[in-house]
């Protein structure tokens, strides 16, 4: 297994761990993306196509690089997981599609509801921002699995002690390096799939 590290500070990182060599990868080659911060990883984006992962963090890094993912200056202090979760807690409940989703603009990688995280690319004025949020696992009741069932809490005691697993400045020259390596990826999976293909 191959391993591409994106640095964020000396004890935190973006990982994409690879099912083979960088170089041999192609568009649905599955990957997953760690958040590492200190000694905890935590799962973005589980087993799933490379190309679905690195569209929308190009894309992002490019708005925000223009600054264009401005955030409601309400979301700020408790970061946009918080409200997102809400979102997601009352268009379960109440399947009212006039909701406004506060993540939609900003959201990079989610994962399934067993992981239960979610990541947002925003400005708040001229800085970008990378959050890390956990997401409520139980939107669609309570548990089934007995193991799972030991950690189940109520969507009312999530949300009141409501914690974002990070929310991290990210330097301009970082941004940019992570957008150079998007567009080199997404380059080379287009010529990988082509080259794979002509070799049927």
Known sequence: MDLIELEISKTQSIR???????????????????????????????DDFIIAAIRPFKNLLEKALNLELQIKSEYINKGIGYYYNIYSNELSTTYDLSLVDPGENFIVWG?????????FIYNVQDQIYIEISPHYKWLDGYPEDEDEAK??????????????????????????????????????????????????
């Open 16 to 46: 994409i761990y690879l099912p083979c060599k960088k170089e041999e990868l192609e568009s649905f080659d599955y990957v997953t993306i760690k958040y590492l911060k200190e000694q905890s990883e935590y799962i973005l984006y589980d």
């Open 151 to 200: 950690e189940y809490v109520t969507f009312e005691n999530f949300i009141n002690n409501y914690q974002p697993i990070d929310i991290v400045a990210i330097d301009k020259s970082v941004a940019e390096k992570w957008l150079k390596f998007c567009c080199e990826m997404i380059e080379m999976l287009k010529e990988n799939d082509k080259k794979y293909s002509e070799g049927d």
């Open 111 to 119: 994962t399934p509801s067993h992981i239960g995280i979610e990541t």
